[in-house]
């Protein structure tokens, strides 16, 4: 099947990827207001009415899903790993967060055989998982992003404030506290980035693929200056979602 939209509900944002020849052609990244998906259905020249939804918000894709209904569309949701192309080591599969297992999906489209790879997903959460060299999903670690860190050290502290981290981040040594939070919070998200890159080249065999994305990927490669390995890739999860669809009749 082709879709003509895929759709990636997450825990901040809906993002729409508009679908052409096999490929994800262009993004939209939304709100939950339907007038603003409204001005965006309006805005692309829609060859077919085909939608695949998957994401980690079921209460804001159902509600996507009740709109595009309302219009005429067709939608197919992906609600379980039993629906992908991709082998899945977990005790409990279904209760993986399915976008993880979308982005492992798009990933095994870029690897050579043999090669595994370091899946990280960085946004309200960050997530690193593990697809080995045969390919199989093994699962990963998942921590806090840099807004629910920040949220967290305001909300159980007496004094400090509730910060954002930006580009260009601040520097060690902080010389007050807000840009001594900054740094902190920046330090701790890409320390647990690396040492699990790390950790997992360690596993390997070859050397993995590091495969980067989520709505924090951006500021964290650029902060971070990734090494030229790493491959930012703002639309794996819409891509996963695509190459699933793709195996459906």
Same mark, same amino acid.
């Given at each position: 099947m082709r879709p003509n939209v895929v759709v990636d509900v997450g825990n901040t944002r809906i993002k729409w990827g508009l679908c052409d020849a096999g490929a994800v052609v262009r993004t939209a990244s939304l709100g939950d207001e339907p007038d603003e998906w409204d001005r965006q259905l309006e805005q692309w020249p829609l060859s077919g009415d085909t939608w695949v939804l998957a994401g980690v918000q079921p209460r804001r894709a159902g509600r996507l899903h009740e709109w595009l209904?309302?219009? /005429?569309?067709?939608? #197919?949701? $992906?609600? /379980?790993?039993?629906?992908?192309?991709?082998?899945?080591? $977990?005790?409990?599969?279904?209760?993986? =967060? #399915?976008?993880? *297992?979308?982005?492992?999906?798009?990933?095994?489209?870029? *690897?050579?055989? =043999?090669? /595994?790879?370091?899946? #990280? +997903?960085? /946004?309200?959460?960050?997530?690193? +998982?593990w697809l080995d060299e045969s390919h199989s999903f093994q699962g990963g670690c998942i921590f806090p992003g840099l807004d629910l860190m920040a949220e967290a050290l305001h909300r159980y502290t007496a004094l400090l404030p509730r910060v954002t981290v930006s580009l260009p981040v601040p520097t060690l040594p902080g010389k007050s506290t807000i840009p001594a939070m900054q740094v902190g919070l920046f330090l701790a998200v890409s320390g647990g980035i690396r040492e699990a890159v790390r950790q997992y080249a360690e596993m390997a065999t070859n050397p993995p693929g590091v495969f980067f994305t989520g709505g924090q990927a951006p500021l964290f490669a650029e902060a971070m200056q990734i090494p030229s390995g790493w491959t930012l890739w703002p639309e794996q999860t819409l891509v996963g979602i695509l190459r699933a669809a793709e195996t459906l009749s």
């Open positions: 209904s309302a219009r /005429g569309q067709n939608v #197919i949701v $992906l609600t /379980g790993a039993a629906k992908l192309p991709l082998a899945v080591n $977990l005790e409990h599969p279904d209760r993986t =967060g #399915i976008d993880r *297992l979308l982005n492992a999906v798009a990933a095994k489209s870029r *690897l050579s055989p =043999g090669q /595994g790879a370091v899946l #990280i +997903d960085a /946004g309200s959460a960050v997530t690193a +998982d």
